[in-house]
């Protein structure tokens, strides 16, 4: 019969509660400061009319009156539309994007973008592209035979 815990296993259980109440933290962190969320149905469009719906009926590039920039894209079997998103540097981008088809995932190389595109549903990211140049985008969720072509690039002018 146990009477007690070993010290070991004390250690370990502390760790154990300590990584939890952390892990917890981190969830409440992303929810509540960071605006983290799952989707939501407010953001939800019909995925048969995406090019009858507004923003994604003129998919592209808007620059704002207050500097800021949206990127409309629509993704699809098997390209971006459009392909090349065009900004001045220190321009925040907020990308909205949405899907037709299938499931993709958009992902800016050398940038912490990376968000699902499920279809019919509006997905909003937002990046500042501080210096000039040109960064790649990637469909990282395997959608078909064709997705290994799914590039496109934002570029970012001086
Ligand atoms: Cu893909």
Redesign the pocket.
């Given at each position: 019969m146990i009477k007690t815990l070993d010290r070991y296993e004390k250690i370990i259980l502390g760790l154990t509660v300590l990584g939890l109440i952390l892990g917890a933290g981190a969830i409440a962190l992303s929810v509540l400061e960071a605006g983290i969320h799952l989707p939501t149905i407010e953001d939800r469009i019909d995925p048969a009319a995406v090019r009858d719906t507004a923003p994604f009926d003129e998919p592209g590039v808007t620059i704002n009156s207050d500097g800021t920039a949206t990127a409309v894209i629509i993704a699809q079997t098997?390209l971006w539309e459009p392909d090349t998103i065009e900004v001045p540097a220190g321009t925040e981008v907020e990308f909205v994007l949405t899907s037709p088809d299938v499931l993709?995932?958009f992902h800016i190389w050398d940038t912490a973008v990376n968000a699902m595109v499920i279809p019919g549903q509006v997905t909003r990211v937002t990046q500042t592209f501080d210096n000039p140049g040109e960064f790649g985008i990637v469909?990282h969720?395997?959608?078909?035979i064709g997705?290994h072509t799914?590039f496109g690039r934002v570029l970012v002018t001086p």
């Open positions: 098997w993709h995932g469909c969720e395997y959608c078909g997705h799914m």
